[in-house]
């Protein structure tokens, strides 16, 4: 299908930072490097969320919980059957888009806030069983010390393996975003009735996204188990949800890339300032306060809005 | 074409249309006049599925299409514009018809193709018919009002319907631009081999542009005639145009 290219302008500055990125492991600390490879996979996360609620409209409200399932996944394939590790890394983002699959089906029939409290309900469950199925999950211990195949075992090389995956979901994720369904889908987020009215099954749209996203949802948690090496119930619990809403909106959820940005402010404050107090919520609550007040469509909706109006177009698609 | 039979909607106790029926013969302009509160908007929902009626039905070429949800009446041929602007207010002008099209070429859920080198032309062409062509890339929302009603119709025009249903197309207009505005739909009707069915309280618009006319008042179908039988009607006159003389 792909024969007209997409508009190439931005590639340029684009490739730059990818290089940068490439380049960074050898000269930076062990520690940045990771942190960088928490960020990249954050920010996926993040940027799938806001699939379904910056342009979707939808209040995905417990979109951790996929991201939960997509790493337990993986976990649990590599730890409990002796499959080879691509089947667990495939069967992540699969099993995830099958339970937002489910889940979505029923969340759908519903709408605003209606939506995100049975989907707060329904993800709490998937929560539950990982906190209190023991013989399955370890319970609250997690599962720890899941080893992963030798070309990604070392930081560096989990690093660029998270990187390239990461950079590979985005274009993609850009695609959908300028494709019709993408179009659609914000046409719907902007007024529902009147999509209903030109023809377009709305119901089945959003759930559409929803299996979308939530199967780059499920990506992700395949690249946190790669970062890491372990998983807990933390993961789907409902204040990482929280957590990750927050960032598309710090970022700017009415833009592509804001999300990216929202990622890392979060896991750059958590880190640095987690170092001094482990009040850093307060410092984000504060941050958030003000976002509200004077840049209500986020940091990155703000520099857009600043620097040139189409710049979003040139812009877009960051990497991370 | 479209035939209304003996549709009823209650909303509570209020019953909103009570009886009420319509025909519209393929090719005419058709207008439902009557005074606020008769149920014109209330008719037209149930038309095209945003309500669902409580009895009687609406028979779309043969079809009955009064148990369908909307998005499938609008595939069988009906489009609609809305009393209110209904439009995608943080989308382009471009966009928000585009959308529309896209959606009546059955591409709306094509994922990995680039939605800005699809149904360009179509767009542009609807655009242009209704004047908009200079503001394709303004934001939708900031349009001024009139332009807001313009996109209102482009938006349903994208659909390519056969017959195209306008809820008080020259709302809130000034006389001007309702003239403007009423040739417009007479050209677009010519130009598109446009069935029309739409609803107005200003009666000098009415007879002018209508040939056929139907009268709600309290829900109920008074009559529908030709413009010269219903200005001769007496119960007409006296529910709507409040018994004065015949212009």
Same mark, same amino acid.
């Given at each position: 299908?792909?024969?007209?290219?997409?508009?190439?302008?931005?590639?340029?500055?684009?490739?730059?930072?990818?290089?940068?990125?490439?380049?960074?492991?050898?000269?930076?600390?062990?520690?940045?490097?990771?942190?960088?490879?928490?960020?990249?996979?954050?920010?996926?996360v993040?940027?799938?969320?806001?699939?379904?609620?910056?342009?979707?409209?939808?209040?995905?409200?417990h979109h951790g919980a996929f991201y939960g399932v997509g790493a337990y996944t993986?976990?649990?394939?590599?730890?409990?059957?002796?499959?080879?590790?691509?089947?667990?890394?495939?069967?992540?983002?699969?099993?995830a888009?099958?339970s937002?699959?489910?889940?979505?089906?029923?969340?759908?029939?519903?709408?605003?806030?209606?939506?995100?409290?049975?989907?707060?309900?329904?993800g709490?469950?998937l929560w539950?069983?990982a906190?209190?199925?023991?013989?399955?999950?370890?319970?609250?211990?997690?599962?720890?010390?899941?080893?992963?195949?030798?070309?990604?075992?070392?930081?560096?090389?989990?690093?660029?393996?998270?990187?390239?995956?990461?950079?590979?979901?985005?274009?993609?994720?850009?695609?959908?975003?300028?494709?019709?369904?993408?179009?659609?889908?914000?046409?719907?987020?902007?007024?529902?009735?009147?999509?209903?009215?030109?023809?377009?099954?709305?119901?089945?749209?959003?759930?559409?996204?929803?299996?979308?996203?939530?199967?780059?949802a499920g990506?992700?948690g395949?690249?946190f188990?790669?970062?890491?090496?372990?998983v807990f119930p933390d993961l789907l619990f409902?204040?990482f949800s929280?957590?990750?809403?927050?960032?598309?909106?710090?970022?700017?959820?009415?833009?592509?890339?804001?999300?990216?940005?929202?990622?890392?402010?979060?896991?750059?404050?958590?880190?640095?300032?987690?170092?001094?107090?482990?009040?850093?919520?307060?410092?984000?609550?504060?941050?958030?306060?003000?976002?509200?007040?004077?840049?209500?469509?986020?940091?990155?909706?703000?520099?857009?809005?600043?620097?040139?109006?189409?710049?979003?177009?040139?812009?877009?698609?960051?990497?991370? | 074409?479209?035939?209304?039979?003996?549709?009823?909607?209650?909303?509570?106790?209020?019953?909103?249309?009570?009886?009420?029926?319509?025909?519209?013969?393929?090719?005419?302009?058709?207008?439902?006049?009557?005074?606020?509160?008769?149920?014109?908007?209330?008719?037209?929902?149930?038309?095209?599925?945003?309500?669902?009626?409580?009895?009687?039905?609406?028979?779309?070429?043969?079809?009955?299409?009064?148990?369908?949800?909307?998005?499938?009446?609008?595939?069988?041929?009906?489009?609609?514009?809305?009393?209110?602007?209904?439009?995608?207010?943080?989308?382009?002008?471009?966009?928000?018809?585009?959308? !529309?099209? /896209?959606?009546?070429?059955?591409? &709306?859920?094509?994922?990995? %193709?680039? #939605?800005?080198? $699809? +149904?360009?032309?179509?767009?542009? !062409?609807? /655009?242009?018919?209704?004047?908009? &062509?200079?503001?394709?890339? %303004?934001? #939708?929302?900031? $349009? +001024?009002?009139?332009?807001?009603?313009?996109?209102?119709?482009?938006?349903?025009?994208?659909?390519?319907?056969?017959?195209?249903?306008?809820?008080?197309?020259?709302?809130?207009?000034?006389?001007?631009?309702?003239?403007?505005?009423?040739?417009?739909?007479?050209?677009?009707?010519?130009?598109?081999?446009?069935?029309?069915?739409?609803?107005?309280?200003?009666?000098?618009?009415?007879?002018?542009?209508?040939?056929?006319?139907?009268?709600?008042?309290?829900?109920?179908?008074?009559?529908?005639?030709?413009?010269?039988?219903?200005?001769?009607?007496?119960?007409?006159?006296?529910?709507?145009?409040?018994?004065?003389?015949?212009?």
């Amino acid at each position: 299908m792909l024969r007209a290219p997409f508009n190439l302008k931005p590639v340029g500055p684009l490739l730059v930072i990818f290089i940068i990125l490439l380049v960074l492991p050898p000269i930076i600390p062990r520690f940045y490097t990771y942190m960088l490879a928490v960020i990249f996979v954050t920010a996926l996360v993040a940027m799938s969320l806001n699939m379904v609620v910056g342009h979707g409209g939808l209040f995905q409200f417990h979109h951790g919980a996929f991201y939960g399932v997509g790493a337990y996944t993986v976990a649990l394939m590599l730890t409990k059957t002796s499959l080879p590790t691509w089947v667990g890394f495939v069967a992540g983002p699969i099993v995830a888009a099958l339970s937002g699959l489910l889940i979505g089906a029923f969340c759908v029939r519903l709408t605003r806030l209606y939506f995100g409290m049975l989907q707060i309900s329904l993800g709490s469950l998937l929560w539950a069983i990982a906190f209190r199925w023991y013989d399955l999950t370890n319970g609250d211990d997690g599962i720890h010390g899941i080893t992963m195949p030798s070309f990604i075992s070392s930081q560096n090389s989990a690093y660029y393996f998270i990187l390239i995956v990461a950079t590979i979901c985005l274009i993609l994720m850009y695609m959908i975003f300028k494709s019709p369904f993408g179009e659609t889908l914000q046409a719907i987020r902007d007024n529902p009735e009147r999509c209903e009215a030109i023809g377009i099954n709305v119901r089945r749209h959003q759930l559409m996204a929803i299996v979308i996203a939530t199967f780059f949802a499920g990506i992700a948690g395949v690249l946190f188990v790669v970062v890491e090496g372990s998983v807990f119930p933390d993961l789907l619990f409902w204040v990482f949800s929280l957590e990750i809403f927050i960032m598309c909106l710090l970022g700017g959820w009415f833009t592509f890339a804001g999300p990216i940005l929202g990622a890392a402010i979060m896991v750059s404050l958590r880190t640095f300032v987690g170092i001094y107090t482990e009040y850093w919520t307060l410092i984000l609550g504060i941050i958030l306060i003000l976002l509200i007040f004077f840049l209500p469509e986020g940091v990155w909706g703000y520099i857009l809005e600043k620097f040139g109006g189409q710049a979003e177009e040139a812009v877009e698609g960051e990497n991370e | 074409m479209l035939r209304v039979e003996e549709i009823h909607k209650s909303f509570d106790d209020f019953k909103a249309v009570n009886g009420a029926n319509l025909t519209v013969e393929k090719g005419e302009l058709v207008a439902v006049i009557g005074p606020n509160g008769a149920g014109k908007t209330t008719l037209f929902n149930l038309i095209t599925g945003q309500l669902k009626p409580d009895k009687g039905k609406v028979i779309f070429n043969e079809e009955v299409i009064s148990d369908l949800p909307p998005y499938q009446i609008c595939r069988r041929g009906i489009a609609r514009s809305f009393q209110i602007a209904n439009i995608f207010p943080r989308l382009t002008v471009f966009r928000n018809v585009q959308v !529309s099209v /896209l959606s009546q070429q059955r591409k &709306s859920r094509s994922l990995f %193709y680039p #939605a800005e080198k $699809l +149904a360009v032309d179509e767009t542009n !062409s609807i /655009l242009r018919s209704v004047g908009l &062509s200079d503001k394709a890339g %303004y934001t #939708a929302g900031s $349009l +001024a009002h009139g332009d807001q009603r313009a996109l209102e119709i482009a938006i349903a025009l994208g659909n390519e319907p056969e017959l195209l249903i306008l809820d008080e197309p020259t709302a809130g207009m000034s006389p001007e631009e309702t003239t403007a505005t009423m040739d417009m739909i007479k050209q677009l009707a010519s130009s598109r081999g446009l069935t029309i069915l739409f609803c107005e309280h200003d009666m000098e618009v009415v007879f002018n542009a209508a040939q056929s006319i139907m009268v709600m008042h309290q829900g109920l179908t008074v009559i529908q005639d030709k413009p010269n039988e219903v200005r001769n009607c007496r119960e007409v006159q006296e529910c709507y145009l409040g018994g004065a003389e015949p212009c």
